[in-house]
């Protein structure tokens, strides 16, 4: 599975799990889909579905987010140390 | 009362004593004052975030319209984690810019983006001048927590006074040790207003408690808690479109999310610590809303839903629970007060007083950070005092909101994107601000003509607008595309521990950029 995830390209990688977030945010923005969701009682996990309607999607964001960390953790594009501070430039 | 208070003074204690023992013997640089010398790891940077972006009156106007609304109030689960889930994405380029180049403030990493000091100043004041009504907000919320605390038996003027009183010994310490002393209390604070009361509610929602709230009453709400705004009622359709879409590219808008990114020790560290926060703020927010929609039920709560927190507690444990109630509230507020009033008191030194023409020193960077801290928080206290009993303050925090949002433009076009240029961000910020402000004044909610668009919403589209075109007519020069070249180089490679900064710590331009702001 190591192997594989750093087989991938960096760019294929980036966009599928922004794929995954670019999903949750429609779920959120798209008024067709939250208003579909508005209403309905039928129950999962014993909460009716226009509860979980919102708790799905910050669960499949948070996985998903957390899924890219540890594929990034894994091809090891998190190391960083501390910083060599040039001077301060900052629009002076 | 008594119980209450001393609940209350229990915690305040455990406060100003982590204070005490955490304070920094040794006289620190304005790098460690401003952004805790970068070295905190994902754990601190989650809680300070939470910290800063849930404040008291989360349990009063969030869990209220739970209560009152139901599904409503899960519209802020959206935004809250989409929102931040954006410094994920962002943390690379901004963190890596933020050592390579010294950067403290948002104000700071806008103003080199666009090399500009025009953009880094409109970008901090717009900051500080949006956050100034949430302080003031947060300082009358102690002045309602103690309002709580006394059982009503104090007068309204001694509950405001006492608030204030408590905040500004709190912030004593703020001033003191800067962003040091933030963190380190963010955690216990955080602890005990977010990861303790996320208990409380599970608690609550298992049934063991008795009572009517619980997984199962979700189940027998009424029809109308199920419903969302836009499907049926006075709202129109783009009604939660607008207030989540708001909320997702606000969150690093505000002053006090975006500095997280600076306090971190590492790239690592801001990637850890968003996935954290989504986790802490989502599992902490939905149990509050689950317990608020299950409390719909109860007739108290129906009638005053705003104070719901406090009936359900009282309810439930009598005057000890409503004493951990109330501390929860307090420890949420104090954390939110204490960020905003940090982070305005570091870009009004670091992004207004020190310039190119008038470079301050580390220490002259301390003294006027800690004396703006003080500025605006006895302004915030005289505004708290002077409009304690006016509601259309709250019209300002919309206002605001509306507002910070104007920064998204230059901020994620910055970050993302190559083009673009000073004129540009700057007209595209000022108009985005000023239509953003006057349509919110006349239409405070919702613009019922456009499907319950809000005025925010419309600034932004003007402000993209204005950017892109003044961007265009004005063009950039040669130069200056090779210099932002040379930034995003930059943030293609890590920074590590003693690695020489040169060549891309002197980014091509700078000097002329120099030059330029110096005259």
Known sequence: ?92 | MLVVLGMLAVFYAIVIGILYATQQRTRPSFDEYSVGGRSYGPWYVAMSYVNSWWPGSTFIAFFGLAAGAGVFGLYGLAYSTLGVATMYFMATRAWRWGARYDLRSQGDLLGLRFNSRPVKVVASVIGIVSLFPWVVLGMQAFGEIFRYASGDRWPVTACLLVGLAVIVVRQYWTVRMGMRGLIMTDMFQGLVAYVFSAGLCLVLLTGVAGGPISFAALSRVSESVLRVPGDGGHYGPLYLFSLIFTGVIGSLCWPTSFQRIYTAAGVRAVKAGTIRTILLSGGFYTLLMLVGIAATAMPAVAANPQAAWFTIMSSYGGTWLLGLGITIVFAASMGHVDGSVQVCGLQIANDLVNSGRRQLSDAQLMRVAKSSMIGYMVLAGIVAYLTFNLTRLQLLAQVSYQGIVQLAVPLFLGVFWRGGNARGAVAGMVSGFAVAMVLTLIYPDDIAGLGSLTGGILGIAVNLLVFLVVSAVTGTPGEERARVQEMFEVARNPVRAGAQSAPVAQPLGASLLREQLDG
């Open chain 1, 1 to 92: 599975m190591k192997d594989f995830i750093r087989g991938r390209t960096r760019r294929s990688i980036v966009i599928f799990f922004l794929a995954i977030y670019a999903v949750t945010l429609l779920f959120a923005l798209f008024p067709p889909l939250y208003l579909a969701g508005s209403g309905i009682r039928t129950p999962v996990l014993g909460i009716p579905f226009s509860i979980m309607y919102w708790v799905i999607d910050w669960a499949v964001l948070g996985l998903g987010l957390w899924g890219f960390y540890l594929v990034e953790n894994i091809r090891g594009e998190l190391d960083e140390g501390h910083p060599a501070t040039s001077p301060h430039l900052t629009g002076e």
